[in-house]
């Protein structure tokens, strides 16, 4: 695991400063504190920073082929990269180290830009090819490692992080206010865009080829849902699924340096602390948090129990709301990108604890945009099959559950009364958001008059709408996982995953995303992952051998951060200073009464933490981003 970063200027004769690269690299310096390397030529520049996992004695970059014609920088593990190597050993190559990032180089040379095709694994990378003058971008098929660019009049900048980006003068920090629409209705940046006009991601599936001052970035790959020509079986599929995850669990295991599990006692880590206690006969370590205080959910008696039925050496730490307080700058700085994850900064916690014993931690990610593991599908679906029994009553439902969510202040009524009364997909925007959120249900308005005006709600939901095209004739279920591994997943929870890890110099993968695995399920009909009210259905008959039943059972608690509760209480002071502080209301989004009444209804009813939680990123992001608050870092 790595950062990369690099620039390639469009006019021939021009180059490219050591300075700049090493500038870029500093930012990033995390992300790789065990080697550094530099690439510079007529043009290009390239800069890598490592964390050695495979082949610790060589692998350094930038690393080129035996004529020193294409070079490449980059981030990630391949997975298939012995068996990809055997077939460019037969076809002549002639490697110089052991590691995986040498097989891309000579793949390259085979494919070109369609070399992403034969990977498998997470990765971002960058190959300069001399001959051609040539630059080709890749990221991952899922988006598990991110990588973004800009481009200026004169080249393109690109790094794993888009501080490096901005270390390059060149790049104007432009601020882009519709994308803060768009912010605020999904509570993260789905689409290409982010909060700076310069600044874009290369999306999941993509690259991007940039060659006499032309950029173009063509779609390799895209999740598609078409069922075999002979239809699966339950058994069938049950025994598909347990051999594709036993693989996947093995090939993400595969490291020169130890291995653990983050155990969150769920049922996915556990199914992959399983797979890999089989596959080693080294010990496997296993890592999992929990909060100071009580009335929540508490994650560690199951990740105990997990550990103990699978022979783990477990690790347990303890937060507070200290230690969420005081990290939330630095989580503002890692993340980049506004984002409403509280559970982002356990993630944090955990992984600088396991940094003292691995350098690799296996996650249990993705299980349930795959198999359809949130309550949210299960809730739509029935609520799509009742009004279309009884469309008369829709209505009459939807102004009768209205008048009650008015004395009762119910979330998640507020989310679904929405929903009777329109039609889906129009509502779906995706699994967290809900239009218009800050607006109405007796906060009064937030946004300011001027504010709305820059607001356009078709660009605020246009990466979605864009997909749904894509899966039109799809069924409804299918329609929401796409669209949630297209955007929630890429874009809030992946980010979160390599962000949090990469600030402790950790990699964290992720075998449930392997694409194969995530294939076979885009090949199951919907009834496989929701059959009546049981969700991941399939997933559980395939680990139900395997899984203890506490855990299988267990009724599905996400990332229980009491971060609700320390808004309302511990933190409600802080959270009132930073929102209407003088220099926050002159931004112009907001007016000062509509954020005081936010705060308090979420003190009097507790239905805004995510919203104050959102408001408050947005407004550290400008204070580090944008006003170079970086010190308070320190």
Known sequence: MCGI?????FEQNATVSRALIGEMLQTIRHRGPDDEGIYLAPQVGLGFVRLSIIDLAGGHQPLSNEDGTVWIVFNGEIYNYRELRTFLLEKGHAFKTQSDTEVIVHLYEEFGAACVEKLRGMF??????????????ARDRVGIKPLYYSLTEKGIVFASEIKAILADPSVERDLAPAVIDRFLTFLYVPGEETLLRSVRKLAPGHYLIAKDGKVETPQYWDLKFSEPSEPWTVAGAEQKLSELLAE?????????????????????STAVLSCAAERTDKEISSYTVGFSGSGFDD?????KLAAERFGSRHHEMTISAGDFAEFLPKYVWHMEEPVCEPPAIALYYVSKMARDHVKVLLSGEGGDEAFAGYNNYRSILWMERLKKICPPLNGTLAGGLSLLNSQVHSTRLAKYLPLLSATFPQYYYSRTSTPYRYSGNGIGQLFSADFVNVID????IEPVYQLFSAVKDE???NQMLYIDTKTWLPDDLLIKADKMTMANSLELRVPLLDHRLLEFAASLPSDFKL????????WKKALSKRVPDTILKRKKAGFPVPYESWLRNEFRGEIHDILTDRKTIQRGYFQKAGVENLIAANVKHGSYSKELFSLVTLELWHRLFLEGEQARLN
């Open 5 to 9: 970063c690099g620039k390639v200027e």
């Open 124 to 137: 971002a990378f960058a190959v300069w090819d001399q001959n051609t003058k040539t630059l080709l971008i």
């Open 248 to 268: 996947s669990v093995e090939l993400h295991m595969i490291a020169d340096v130890p291995v653990g599990v983050l155990l969150s006692g769920g049922v996915d």
């Open 299 to 303: 994650e560690r008696p199951y990740a």
């Open 457 to 460: 709600k078709e660009f605020t």
């Open 475 to 477: 069924s409804i279920l």
């Open 531 to 538: 059959r009546g009210f049981t969700l991941k259905y399939i």
